[in-house]
């Protein structure tokens, strides 16, 4: 079990100032198994030897962008915040976990997709047959409007034929 530090008590260990390991901490932090506690960072003591070589580098004048690819190749486990949760795992874990997570996403993605298209088949085909159904109803509704209207004209006509006879009673 690991004993966790502040970095008060990792400055009086190392001789490292306090700035300076602030500073290492957030850039490499990630590579670092830390935790908080409160507004205290503390430091799981078996850090102390990777800080130790991170100033090393520091002053062999080395930039921040080489000494992270250096403690990236060593293997060091990456301390990956997973739903609030801090778990530590190398790199090479990280992309894995990632990628097995995001293939689930896509595979469940795609069959909601999947589910979202038949769906949307379904609906068509329930379009296109209420579609036929009111158009059916349609074509007989103007049917019998216009055998109606037949029938009114012809009634009509009938009626005007018969005012018109009984109009002029000399013509037969």
Known sequence: MNDWLTVGEIERQTRIPERTLRRYLELHGHHLQTRRQGRSVLVAESV?????QIRDWYEAGWNAGRVEGALSESG????VAVDGHDMAMTATEALQTLQQSMATAMTAMATEMAA???E???????????RCVI???LDARDRQLM???RVMQQQAA???QAQKRSWWPWKR
Do not use: C, K
Not at 48 to 52: A, G, K, N, P
């Open 147 to 149: 055998e109606l209207i």
């Open 116 to 118: 979202l298209r038949q």
């Open 158 to 160: 009938e009626h005007a």
């Open 76 to 79: 060091l486990p990456v301390t």
């Open 48 to 52: 102390i030897s990777i800080l130790q």
């Open 120 to 130: 949307v088949t379904t609906s068509r085909q329930e379009t296109e047959q209420l």
């Open 135 to 137: 158009d059916d109803r």
